[in-house]
């Protein structure tokens, strides 16, 4: 990503800022989103042989985010995009993708309150890193009457099959994440 493309995005979040009315209307803010996000599409697309294509690389977009430091004041919205960006494999994103990464992020949080959410969460966090490794939920688990009533070949079993669905949900990092935690809570992952 050119830093013409880098100024070009600022000064258009500058000018949107500035032409915002004081009093707009609710019901038109996702139409809103949904342009500024198409905006931002356009300006971010590739160009192969001197055409742009309807695509962008995903490394553009995370060159993006980690420029606005999202990955600091956003963490977690910035490792769901990082992770979901990891498990595609294409090396570009499709307008629709694009658009789906940011308003639909495939998270129902309708079964917890996030105040009931950050409780529970901090619970396997107990190091207080904004994740946890299976070994910190297994530390936790092996207190529970139901892990204490296993025999040591199903203890065995259960140990492993933990590690590996971690694994499974974050290969790369090997932790949860607050995002994965919910999807997990509201058995989507």
Do not use: C, W
Not at 60 to 73: G, H, P, R, V
């Amino acid at each position: 990503m050119s830093q013409q493309s880098l100024s070009q995005f600022s000064q258009h979040s500058q000018q949107q800022q500035q032409n915002q009315q004081p009093a707009q209307k609710v019901g038109s803010s996702i139409e809103d989103i949904t342009q500024d996000l198409e905006e931002l599409f356009e300006s971010l697309k590739i160009e192969k042989q001197g055409q742009q294509v309807d695509q962008i690389e995903k490394s553009t977009l995370l060159a993006l985010l980690l420029y606005l430091n999202i990955d600091k004041s956003e963490a977690q919205f910035f490792n769901y995009v990082v992770r979901t960006l990891d498990q595609m494999q294409q090396p570009t994103l499709t307008k629709d993708q694009f658009k789906t990464l940011f308003l639909d992020p495939q998270i129902n949080t309708e079964n917890l309150k996030s105040e009931e959410f950050a409780q529970i969460f901090s619970v396997f966090d107990s190091q207080k890193k904004g994740s946890f490794s299976a070994e910190d939920f297994l530390r936790l688990y092996k207190e529970t009457s139901e892990y204490l009533n296993l025999n040591e070949n199903q203890k065995i079993q259960v140990e492993a099959r933990i590690k590996k669905d971690f694994e499974i949900i974050s290969p790369e990092h090997k932790e949860i994440t607050p995002i994965e935690f919910f999807k997990i809570i509201n058995n989507q992952g």
